[in-house]
Nanobody, 122 residues
């Protein structure tokens, strides 16, 4: 069982930055692919980024590529999402999730955090 807890959300002006953290419980954190998803009101939950467990390979949605960076510290059981050049359309509830394999589909992830709100003002 993996328990995920996100933190770091908040209110920021357009062009600003935030760093989200996701702390995981469990001894097998390094074996999981960690994904970031977001959900805006009235919209589907969408893929943002993912990072593999061992070699830390990353993938990003086209809407955030070049602005967001995900990384992980397996010694601290923590994954991060650095968000730069934020736009009002980035406003959403951001979730981290864990899966045995990386995917852009939310259905592949069996463990989810509670989410952290990111609001970008124009």
């Amino acid at each position: 069982q993996v328990v995920l807890v996100e933190s770091g959300g908040g209110l920021v002006q357009a062009g600003g930055s935030l760093r989200l953290s996701c702390a995981a419980s469990g001894r097998t954190f390094s074996s999981y692919c960690m994904g970031w998803f977001r959900q805006a009101p009235g919209k589907e939950r969408e893929f943002v980024a993912a990072i593999t467990g061992t070699d830390a390979s990353t993938s990003y949605a086209s809407s955030v590529k070049g602005r967001f960076t995900t990384s992980r510290d397996n010694a601290k059981n923590t994954v991060y999402l650095q968000m730069n050049s934020l736009k009002p359309e980035d406003t959403a509830l951001y979730y981290c999730a864990a899966s045995q394999y990386c995917s852009t589909s939310k259905n592949a992830y069996g463990h989810w955090g509670q989410g952290t709100q990111v609001t970008v003002s124009s």
